[in-house]
């Protein structure tokens, strides 16, 4: 056939055209249709921050294999795309790079509609990168469904979701302990703080009647409370009395009080409380109706209103003052310089966190309002339920116990954030001139002003501002996680009851992460089951997704992180994708990967990835060139079979088929990937192309084998299988084809044996001949005596002769043994290469040797086996049997290289 298929495959030449193709063709594109069974996947939305990471390409690649795969099992397969607003993230890349223009601080100077404008542009472009990027990865997802997370649609359902469980109690306004952080000047949740371990100095100090150890002596200036444990005898006699002392500031009064909280055996045995810079405390504060005095401020300095000698300064300045004014008062006892703790801090900012105690909006998550299974439930038992009843699936299932272990110690989900962009909270508060014109005056900024002037009125919610005078709209915007848990649902329409929330929704599965398992996985069950139980939804399409795949993180050679301050180990796809195709990276990304375990990545593995893709493209050049072109117009039928090589490579596909196919519901795609390429490699490449180069051709199962292997590799590497497919003329592209059945009429398991003792013999010379430093190009006589295998080997000895390179080949059942010549054993097959002056005989007489005392060593070892009764008597009876069967092939074996040796002269 003659065709203009170049003789290497050009990925840059390629790619960008086929991806345009795929989306002229609409390929992309799903619609309802209820003959089919709809497989929806919502791509976890990229931070609009404008750069892909290893992360988003490791979630692009399995997802487009997913989707792939199911568009061409036939369902109608949608792929949602989409990018995240990010609020602290984003809002924090556009002030640094405001800072670095030279505007100090840009809140300030530019106020909230300005930066507001500035974030917006930022976005905008960032958008734009991040679209061209996930294109290069070659990522089927319907473009023209795509959505942002502040979309004017996808704020309305965030505003109704809030309206909806503040009606229900689920959100209310309280003070509360949060996790703030003075460097963005914002709320952490819980799980966006980390823990980096530090070492720093740890005190001891006489405070009155006791000893008290602390890291934070800045916290203890109004501390006037000691806990101890009721049961430390120590301390007993010192419950419910007062002492009077002198501390930081001069003469304190201070009470004792015992909680079963205090570890006895920690420092001391004695504590005092800070409760409004520490959870514990707190918490031990509402339970005992102490007081809890702000002494840090909201910047991270003293309070001056609390201390006329610290305040105003920063913690590292005034913990150095208060450890000396300790000092010279005789009150510190002991310092501890080696001292090892975790210091909290936000993952985002990476600023210090300082728990503050703040009016913030919480979401309930103990109050039983949700109508779930004839019952009414909380947040935390819809969340359990969800998942223990198997309604939701995680994959891998070790994930479950740290998802419960989370769920378990839940507690209310501060929602509130102090920053400018984001979905902002839509609740109005009623204010007096006073404060309504205070708050205007100093720029509205944050819900840290509505705290200092104790804005506490009449509150009203929705979507517009209430009518009258004096209504302050709350300044903050919600945790990003808020608006993110909508994702599913919202970008199918809610809260309209759309056609394609009934038709594509729940989800067929998220795939994303394991480390975002708590930030967004949990915050998306609690959205949806809530928001679409609420529209009185049956609980089995309240999920947001069926399984919930989590893929590891990727790491350098070494196994560590990688990290953009080290460029040798830091891979940026897109430079991995110009220099060896996007196929490439793919598959170095998926093979080799399993569910929730990390894996190592670095460029040699996906230049290996590189010759594969150009191994694909040269069998499938040699393949064309070797046909006619009438050869793949015609259908395949089992009349086209000839030999039983044919069959042979047609039941090892089938076999392949239905393998892959148990595989992509098993979720295991590194697996199925893995066995593709051996096949393609290994049988296809290496047997069947060559014998497809002789007499033995059959151009009707080259191709259809070919073209069936295009098939299941397209989800793998789109863009070379979708370019050879241009060649066979096809009127229809690669991506809507139907994925490969198993036909099981070209199962012939009885040809499939008889071929695989065929390579075997193929093998087993080739072997002998590269031992014996046979040049490769010099072709030998072989005699082959077959016995029972005759018909086999005798029908395939033209296939023999040519792979094994062989002069002459010579088949009889049984013979005379053969001296002077090489013996082979496969099996009960003898084969005997005569020497003829090509093998050394003394060399061949020392080998024998060698494999006869290796043989009787063996044999040995197993006649030892067999009598001892403890094996024959608890091991299976199949195993036993087994054994027996081995040591008469062995003892057969040594015969035959005892004769051999014999006839050697």
């Given at each position: 056939?003659?065709?203009?298929?170049?003789?290497?495959?050009?990925?840059?030449?390629?790619?960008?055209?086929?991806?345009?193709?795929?989306?002229?063709?609409?390929?992309?594109?799903?619609?309802?249709?209820?003959?089919?069974?709809?497989?929806?996947?919502?791509?976890?939305?990229?931070?609009?921050?404008?750069?892909?990471?290893?992360?988003?390409?490791?979630?692009?690649?399995?997802?487009?294999?997913?989707?792939?795969?199911?568009?061409?099992?036939?369902?109608?397969?949608?792929?949602?795309?989409?990018?995240?607003?990010?609020?602290?993230?984003?809002?924090?890349?556009?002030?640094?790079?405001?800072?670095?223009?030279?505007?100090?601080?840009?809140?300030?100077?530019?106020?909230?509609?300005?930066?507001?404008?500035?974030?917006?542009?930022?976005?905008?472009?960032?958008?734009?990168?991040?679209?061209?990027?996930?294109?290069?990865?070659?990522?089927?997802?319907?473009?023209?469904?795509?959505?942002?997370?502040?979309?004017?649609?996808?704020?309305?359902?965030?505003?109704?979701?809030?309206?909806?469980?503040?009606?229900?109690?689920?959100?209310?306004?309280?003070?509360?302990?949060?996790?703030?952080?003075?460097?963005?000047?914002?709320?952490?949740?819980?799980?966006?703080?980390?823990?980096?371990?530090?070492?720093?100095?740890?005190?001891?100090?006489?405070?009155?009647?006791?000893?008290?150890?602390?890291?934070?002596?800045?916290?203890?200036?109004?501390?006037?409370?000691?806990?101890?444990?009721?049961?430390?005898?120590?301390?007993?006699?010192?419950?419910?009395?007062?002492?009077?002392?002198?501390?930081?500031?001069?003469?304190?009064?201070?009470?004792?009080?015992?909680?079963?909280?205090?570890?006895?055996?920690?420092?001391?045995?004695?504590?005092?409380?800070?409760?409004?810079?520490?959870?514990?405390?707190?918490?031990?504060?509402?339970?005992?109706?102490?007081?809890?005095?702000?002494?840090?401020?909201?910047?991270?300095?003293?309070?001056?209103?609390?201390?006329?000698?610290?305040?105003?300064?920063?913690?590292?300045?005034?913990?150095?003052?208060?450890?000396?004014?300790?000092?010279?008062?005789?009150?510190?006892?002991?310092?501890?310089?080696?001292?090892?703790?975790?210091?909290?801090?936000?993952?985002?900012?990476?600023?210090?966190?300082?728990?503050?105690?703040?009016?913030?909006?919480?979401?309930?998550?103990?109050?039983?309002?949700?109508?779930?299974?004839?019952?009414?439930?909380?947040?935390?038992?819809?969340?359990?339920?969800?998942?223990?009843?198997?309604?939701?699936?995680?994959?891998?299932?070790?994930?479950?116990?740290?998802?419960?272990?989370?769920?378990?110690?839940?507690?209310?989900?501060?929602?509130?954030?102090?920053?400018?962009?984001?979905?902002?909270?839509?609740?109005?508060?009623?204010?007096?001139?006073?404060?309504?014109?205070?708050?205007?005056?100093?720029?509205?900024?944050?819900?840290?002003?509505?705290?200092?002037?104790?804005v506490d009125g009449e509150v009203r919610y929705g979507t517009s501002s209430p009518k009258g005078q004096y209504w302050l709209r709350d300044p903050d915007t919600l945790d990003t996680w808020f608006s993110a848990a909508l994702w599913t649902f919202s970008t199918l329409g809610w809260p309209k009851k759309t056609e394609d929330l009934k038709y594509f929704h729940p989800t067929a599965i998220l795939e994303t992460g394991y480390d975002i398992l708590f930030f967004w996985v949990a915050r998306m069950i609690l959205a949806t089951t809530y928001a679409l139980r609420s529209d009185k939804v049956p609980e089995a399409k309240c999920i947001p997704f069926k399984t919930v795949y989590l893929h590891?993180?990727?790491?350098?050679?070494?196994?560590?992180?990688?990290?953009?301050?080290?460029?040798?180990?830091?891979?940026?796809?897109?430079?991995?994708?110009?220099?060896?195709?996007?196929?490439?990276?793919?598959?170095?990304?998926?093979?080799?990967?399993?569910?929730?375990?990390?894996?190592?990545?670095?460029?040699?593995?996906?230049?290996?990835?590189?010759?594969?893709?150009?191994?694909?493209?040269?069998?499938?050049?040699?393949?064309?060139?070797?046909?006619?072109?009438?050869?793949?117009?015609?259908?395949?039928?089992?009349?086209?079979?000839?030999?039983?090589?044919?069959?042979?490579?047609?039941?090892?596909?089938?076999?392949?088929?239905?393998?892959?196919?148990?595989?992509?519901?098993?979720?295991?795609?590194?697996?199925?990937?893995?066995?593709?390429?051996?096949?393609?490699?290994?049988?296809?490449?290496?047997?069947?192309?060559?014998?497809?180069?002789?007499?033995?051709?059959?151009?009707?199962?080259?191709?259809?084998?070919?073209?069936?292997?295009?098939?299941?590799?397209?989800?793998?590497?789109?863009?070379?299988?979708?370019?050879?497919?241009?060649?066979?003329?096809?009127?229809?592209?690669?991506?809507?084809?139907?994925?490969?059945?198993?036909?099981?009429?070209?199962?012939?398991?009885?040809?499939?044996?008889?071929?695989?003792?065929?390579?075997?013999?193929?093998?087993?010379?080739?072997?002998?001949?590269?031992?014996?430093?046979?040049?490769?190009?010099?072709?030998?006589?072989?005699?082959?005596?077959?016995?029972?295998?005759?018909?086999?080997?005798?029908?395939?000895?033209?296939?023999?002769?040519?792979?094994?390179?062989?002069?002459?080949?010579?088949?009889?059942?049984?013979?005379?043994?053969?001296?002077?010549?090489?013996?082979?054993?496969?099996?009960?097959?003898?084969?005997?290469?005569?020497?003829?002056?090509?093998?050394?005989?003394?060399?061949?007489?020392?080998?024998?040797?060698?494999?006869?005392?290796?043989?009787?060593k063996f044999i040995h070892s197993l006649e030892q086996k067999l009598k001892n009764q403890s094996f024959l008597k608890n091991a299976p009876k199949e195993v036993v049997n087994q054994q027996k069967e081995r040591l008469k092939l062995e003892l057969t074996n040594l015969k035959r290289l005892s004769n051999r040796l014999k006839y050697l002269v």
């Amino acid at each position: 056939m003659s065709f203009d298929m170049e003789s290497s495959y050009i990925a840059k030449k390629y790619e960008d055209e086929i991806y345009r193709k795929w989306e002229k063709s609409s390929a992309f594109k799903a619609v309802i249709d209820r003959k089919k069974k709809s497989f929806t996947v919502a791509m976890p939305p990229p931070n609009a921050t404008g750069v892909l990471h290893l992360g988003h390409a490791v979630m692009l690649a399995i997802e487009d294999i997913m989707i792939r795969h199911a568009r061409m099992q036939g369902r109608s397969a949608l792929w949602i795309p989409g990018t995240d607003h990010a609020a602290i993230a984003t809002q924090s890349v556009v002030e640094r790079n405001l800072e670095e223009k030279g505007i100090k601080n840009p809140r300030e100077t530019l106020g909230r509609e300005k930066l507001l404008k500035e974030i917006r542009g930022f976005a905008e472009n960032s958008k734009d990168v991040i679209r061209n990027q996930i294109r290069k990865m070659g990522a089927s997802c319907d473009w023209s469904r795509e959505k942002y997370t502040l979309d004017d649609d996808l704020n309305l359902a965030v505003n109704t979701l809030f309206e909806r469980m503040f009606k229900d109690g689920l959100i209310y306004r309280g003070g509360r302990i949060v996790n703030w952080d003075p460097k963005m000047q914002t709320t952490v949740a819980d799980d966006e703080v980390e823990y980096v371990e530090e070492k720093a100095k740890f005190y001891y100090f006489q405070y009155g009647p006791v000893v008290i150890g602390t890291a934070r002596p800045e916290t203890k200036l109004l501390d006037k409370v000691i806990v101890v444990n009721p049961k430390d005898k120590r301390y007993k006699h010192m419950v419910g009395k007062e002492f009077e002392f002198e501390w930081i500031e001069g003469k304190i009064k201070t009470k004792v009080i015992a909680d079963p909280c205090v570890d006895m055996s920690l420092g001391t045995g004695a504590m005092t409380i800070t409760p409004a810079h520490s959870l514990v405390d707190f918490e031990l504060a509402q339970k005992y109706k102490l007081d809890s005095p702000q002494i840090i401020d909201f910047d991270g300095k003293i309070r001056k209103e609390v201390s006329k000698n610290f305040g105003g300064m920063t913690i590292e300045e005034a913990r150095g003052k208060i450890v000396e004014t300790l000092r010279n008062k005789g009150l510190v006892k002991k310092i501890d310089e080696n001292y090892v703790h975790n210091l909290a801090v936000s993952y985002r900012g990476k600023g210090i966190i300082e728990p503050q105690v703040m009016k913030q909006w919480f979401v309930d998550v103990n109050k039983k309002v949700i109508s779930w299974k004839g019952k009414k439930l909380s947040i935390k038992e819809v969340l359990q339920d969800t998942v223990k009843s198997g309604m939701i699936k995680i994959v891998p299932k070790k994930f479950e116990k740290i998802y419960f272990h989370w769920i378990d110690n839940l507690r209310d989900w501060c929602i509130s954030r102090q920053i400018w962009w984001g979905h902002q909270i839509p609740v109005w508060y009623k204010v007096n001139k006073k404060q309504y014109d205070e708050f205007n005056k100093r720029g509205g900024s944050t819900s840290t002003l509505l705290n200092i002037l104790n804005v506490d009125g009449e509150v009203r919610y929705g979507t517009s501002s209430p009518k009258g005078q004096y209504w302050l709209r709350d300044p903050d915007t919600l945790d990003t996680w808020f608006s993110a848990a909508l994702w599913t649902f919202s970008t199918l329409g809610w809260p309209k009851k759309t056609e394609d929330l009934k038709y594509f929704h729940p989800t067929a599965i998220l795939e994303t992460g394991y480390d975002i398992l708590f930030f967004w996985v949990a915050r998306m069950i609690l959205a949806t089951t809530y928001a679409l139980r609420s529209d009185k939804v049956p609980e089995a399409k309240c999920i947001p997704f069926k399984t919930v795949y989590l893929h590891g993180l990727i790491r350098d050679r070494h196994g560590k992180k990688m990290s953009k301050s080290n460029p040798e180990t830091c891979i940026d796809p897109l430079d991995m994708i110009d220099k060896y195709s996007a196929d490439a990276l793919r598959l170095s990304l998926v093979i080799g990967s399993t569910p929730g375990n990390d894996m190592r990545l670095y460029e040699e593995k996906i230049a290996g990835y590189r010759n594969f893709i150009n191994k694909i493209w040269n069998a499938s050049r040699f393949a064309l060139i070797n046909v006619e072109s009438k050869d793949f117009k015609e259908e395949f039928s089992a009349a086209k079979i000839k030999n039983t090589a044919d069959k042979w490579i047609l039941t090892g596909l089938g076999r392949l088929i239905k393998s892959v196919e148990k595989d992509f519901e098993n979720h295991r795609y590194s697996d199925a990937g893995m066995k593709i390429y051996d096949f393609l490699w290994s049988q296809y490449c290496d047997w069947y192309l060559e014998i497809s180069k002789g007499a033995d051709k059959n151009p009707d199962v080259l191709i259809y084998v070919l073209q069936n292997l295009l098939k299941l590799l397209h989800p793998f590497v789109p863009f070379v299988t979708e370019k050879i497919w241009e060649f066979f003329g096809k009127e229809n592209l690669l991506i809507g084809q139907s994925f490969p059945q198993e036909n099981k009429k070209f199962n012939f398991a009885k040809e499939y044996k008889n071929f695989e003792l065929i390579k075997e013999i193929i093998l087993q010379l080739r072997s002998a001949k590269s031992e014996a430093r046979v040049e490769p190009g010099k072709k030998i006589d072989v005699i082959i005596y077959a016995g029972k295998h005759l018909k086999n080997i005798t029908k395939n000895a033209n296939v023999i002769s040519r792979l094994a390179r062989l002069s002459s080949l010579k088949v009889d059942k049984h013979g005379e043994k053969i001296t002077q010549a090489k013996s082979i054993f496969v099996g009960d097959i003898e084969i005997y290469i005569p020497l003829k002056n090509l093998l050394n005989p003394d060399k061949e007489k020392k080998s024998l040797n060698e494999e006869i005392n290796s043989k009787r060593k063996f044999i040995h070892s197993l006649e030892q086996k067999l009598k001892n009764q403890s094996f024959l008597k608890n091991a299976p009876k199949e195993v036993v049997n087994q054994q027996k069967e081995r040591l008469k092939l062995e003892l057969t074996n040594l015969k035959r290289l005892s004769n051999r040796l014999k006839y050697l002269v």
